[in-house]
């Protein structure tokens, strides 16, 4: 058996290696017209996001999934490793080939954050907030992150991945996570159906990526995402690289930046991949 196999839950072996969340229970939940039709789902490979990137540059369809059970080296944003212990995550990446201008694309993160809040909350009853951009967070801890690469032809969108981590069903987290890292399971002290939940996912997506791009932002979505923002009218610590500085967050604009009051009430429109958001005492 090789480290990294594009299985079908026919094979017994790998089905069974894989838990719930093979292709055939997957096929089973999802209820999509255009995402998810296409399915890879691996036993284990590195990154859900690079194997995604390698199939869209050979000519994958808009809305292929990609998952794996387990990465080994699965991406996080600015450079960081997003870990796992296998069976316990969903590691989820789909192609996406927008017609928009790539500088829309950032918009798109938060139209992912804002799906997989709902998606959470609707199978597990338990409240999730937004972390603006993009992460989500239970019970003050950090649930989900999500990764978006884009690669450009010829100076437009060739293709987006997606990529989406939630952490389910782990049961502890290593030391130094231990104080920002939660999942589903620690949550609630339930089990949830990988395969539902991600099936899930994709449905909001569905709905929330057709609503984006008829539009052009977020307007759609921009007062519930707000309603879900963990940080909302909290003092945070805003990290610009041109100087720190505590302000009060308020809500997104149309086009995803953070609207933040400053301490002497000058407004600020704060620009995701430029600056950090932190709260004052933690992570949120
Ligand atoms: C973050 O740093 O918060 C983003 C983490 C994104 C992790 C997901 S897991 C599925 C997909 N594959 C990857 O390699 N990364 C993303």
Redesign the pocket.
Known sequence: MTREQHLSGSNEQNAAGMGDLTQEQLRACIRTRTLGQQLVCLEQTD????RADELAKKGAAHGMLVTADM?SA?????G?L?QQEPGTMI???LILRPTLPPDAAAMLTLVAAHSTALAIEKVTGVSAYIKWPN?IVLGGK?AV???TEMCLEGGRIGHIIL???INVGTGHFPAELADTATSLYLETGKRFRRCELAAEVLWQLEQEYEQFLTKGDLSAIRDDYNAHLVSRGKEVRILDPAGEYTAISGGITETGELMVEREDGRMERVYAGEVSVRGLYGYV
């Open positions: 990154s859900t996001n690079l990465q699965g991406r996080g944003r600015r960081r997003w590691a989820m990446s992460d950090k992150g999500i990764l990529g989406i981590g």
